[in-house]
């Protein structure tokens, strides 16, 4: 006879099928269809940006209508700003600090 769990209605058999095993955890995530960064030989479409949060290609408009009052570019599905740290980082938005510091130096004189 197969025992229920005491908080659920499966039984043994499928709670031991759904648990997963911390050892298991990276080989499942690796293993995933998709990826969180765009694959490095995958050419980005012209005018997209990789979005972190949906894991594809997206474009990137200003006049967003979730966010009429935003100046940012921000992606067309799920509203994320370009000024997000994942989509900076993703997509090597971050300005190179050298030439920040060069032009400070430049605007002081």
């Known amino acids: 006879m197969r025992r229920k769990s005491s908080h659920t209605n499966l039984t043994e058999e499928q709670l031991a099928l759904i648990r997963v095993k911390?050892?298991?955890?990276?080989?499942?995530?690796?293993?995933?269809?998709?990826?969180?960064?765009?694959?490095?030989?995958?050419?980005?479409?012209?005018?997209?940006?990789?979005?972190?949060?949906?894991?594809?290609w997206s474009k990137f408009i200003t006049n967003h209508p979730k966010f009429p009052e935003s100046s940012y570019p921000r992606c067309e599905t799920c509203g994320i700003s370009v000024e997000d740290y994942y989509v900076k980082s993703t997509n090597k938005l971050w300005g190179d600090i050298t030439e920040k510091r060069e032009r400070k130096k430049k605007e002081r004189k």
């Open 22 to 56: 911390p050892e298991d955890t990276a080989t499942r995530l690796a293993n995933l269809p998709y990826t969180i960064t765009p694959r490095p030989e995958e050419k980005p479409p012209r005018g997209s940006l990789w979005c972190p949060y949906e894991a594809k």
